[in-house]
């Protein structure tokens, strides 16, 4: 059944090492992107609220792929020239930075109105209760939603084979498509189907453990 | 509660000296914002990108009506099969995963975690790459190539939404207070009568939100049918952008701006929906929220 099953797992093993280090390197840039819109959003100033919003809007409503299209095969002809892992990991940061930001907006939301009644009554002032108060329950509270975030990354990171990444997806395909070496169907569909479960049920795992290590008896 | 009432809360109405800052920090970041929009505008500019035939020639008539009309209509077929599959199909492996009968919950459970943890891309490339594999092929059918393709398309998008949309139904009647079936068996309904009379109603008004944004998800995902040369926007943006050949990304932008309508449109009546539904149902208004919220992300 699984003929050469050795070449089989390094092609996939290496495709799989490159979604792992594609997701967790544009997780990275979304935390980031989703930080920078969340106290956007929260400012004073309603020009940055209204950027933030108009980001947000926009990287909600256009598909991926589209967003990768125009930044890979549309850049270039306005000189904006780079390589597709680069955009590959620009392009999931920039959009799953979108739903970071959301997630992390709706986290402060999430904290009873008493809490923030309670910081101020008892004397402390503004920075006092979000850094006291406020903060280390929110963080807490998105964490789980962080966790599908990331997990929903996995699997948007398939869609950087259209920009020529060969990640785990793109692997398979040239397995199945490699009339050489004749790859076993079933072999690469259970392969590549297993090594994706793998990858989601470790990070699901590695979200738990945050999610435990920070819980606290409310 | 809303966020303005939470904000204030924090500090104390603003003085003369605030009110003063808060105006300098709005003028400051909108200098900022401005100047970066008319940076990036001169850059285009100068390479030009606003050039008018670069944005004439893809919506020239006869495009339009050859390419980004029917285009449109492929995507909305798509998606509209899409959704009434993935309803379906959420339907009955939501209900699947909270039957009384084990087998029904274990085979729904692994449907649910199996489709939930892959690529809708692999999906869809896979069942349509196997098929001829096995010495059956759909072409047998007499399907021509894009009723083919849109048949993958659909399917790989329903089966994929049907996991994700049966989850919400899940989590919606889990959220639903156990004492509104208590309440039916109490008068006598037996187990069908409750799931049909008391919990899916109130569960289906409930998730009505949270499925739509699902939907919007769908949506998007019909750009996904470009791997296998289906015939929707993104694809047929791209056949534009290489006949123009100066006007790829200006192609390409004319497509991520009839999503964004597209789905801008929908999750504008989600909000509706939503302000519509508010409020007439036993179950707790937070945890209707969570979900939402897990829906969105479990795209």
Same mark, same amino acid.
């Given at each position: 059944m699984f003929d050469n099953f050795d070449l089989m797992v390094a092609a996939l093993g290496a495709g799989a090492w490159t979604t792992v280090w594609v997701t967790l390197v544009s997780f990275t840039i979304a935390l980031v992107i989703g930080m920078i819109l969340v106290v956007m959003h929260v400012s004073p100033a309603w020009p940055a609220r209204w950027a933030a919003n108009a980001y947000t809007q926009l990287f909600r409503n256009v598909p991926l792929l589209a967003v990768l299209f125009i930044m890979y095969f549309g850049l270039p002809s306005v000189g904006i020239v780079a390589d597709s892992w680069v955009w590959a990991l620009v392009g999931l940061g920039m959009y799953t930075g979108a739903f970071v930001? +959301?997630?992390? *907006?709706?986290g402060i939301n999430s904290i009873p109105l008493g809490q923030a009644e309670a910081a101020r009554s008892i004397g402390l002032t503004f920075s006092q209760s979000l850094s006291g108060v406020i903060l280390p329950q929110a963080v807490r509270a998105v964490i789980p939603p962080l966790g599908s975030l990331l997990i929903a990354l996995v699997k948007n990171s398939a869609l950087v084979l259209a920009i020529g990444v060969t990640e785990l997806t793109a692997q398979s395909r040239r397995l199945i498509e490699?009339?050489?070496s004749r790859f076993d169907l079933w072999g690469v569909i259970i392969g590549v189907t297993v090594s994706y479960l793998l990858i989601a049920f470790a990070l699901s795992y590695l979200v738990r453990l945050v999610e435990r290590r920070t819980a606290f008896v409310r | 509660m809303s966020r303005q009432n939470e904000s204030t809360v924090l500090f104390d109405a603003l003085g003369p000296k605030g009110k003063r800052n808060s105006n300098i920090a709005s003028a400051v970041s909108a200098a900022v914002i401005l100047g970066i929009l008319a940076f990036a505008a001169v850059q285009l500019a100068g390479e030009g990108f606003f050039e008018e035939s670069r944005w004439a020639n893809p919506l020239d008539v006869l495009v339009v009506q050859t390419t980004w009309i029917p285009a449109i209509i492929d995507t909305l077929t798509a998606f509209a099969l899409g959704s009434i599959g993935a309803l379906l199909l959420g339907t009955v492996v939501g209900f699947g995963r909270i039957s009384r009968f084990a087998a029904t919950r274990w085979a729904s459970t692994v449907y649910v975690q199996f489709f939930r943890s892959l690529p809708l891309v692999l999906l869809i490339w896979i069942s349509f790459t196997i098929d001829g594999y096995f010495g059956f092929t759909t072409e047998v059918l007499g399907w021509d190539g894009d009723a083919r393709r849109l048949t993958f398309l659909v399917v790989g998008l329903a089966v994929y939404n049907g996991a994700v949309l049966a989850e919400i139904l899940r989590a919606g009647v889990n959220a639903l207070p156990a004492g509104q079936a208590m309440a039916g068996y109490a008068i006598g309904l037996r187990h069908g009568q409750v799931q049909r009379l008391i919990v899916l109603p109130q569960v289906l008004r409930n998730m009505l939100p949270a499925v739509l944004?699902?939907?919007?998800?769908?949506? @998007?995902?019909?750009?996904l049918g470009y791997v296998i040369t289906y015939p929707e926007l993104l694809h047929s943006a791209n056949i534009i952008g290489r006949d123009y050949g100066n006007s790829f990304l200006q192609a390409l932008i004319i497509a991520a701006f009839i999503y964004f309508v597209l789905a801008y %449109?929908?999750?504008k009546l989600?909000?509706?929906? +939503?302000? *519509?539904? *508010? @409020? @007439?149902?036993?179950?707790? %208004? +937070?945890s209707v929220q969570q979900i939402e919220q897990a829906a969105v992300m479990a795209e």
């Open positions: 930001g +959301e997630t992390l *907006r709706s490699d009339n050489e | 944004a699902q939907l919007v998800i769908l949506l @998007k995902d019909t750009s %449109a929908l999750s989600v909000v509706l929906v +939503e302000r *519509r539904l *508010r @409020k @007439k149902t036993a179950a707790p %208004a +937070e």
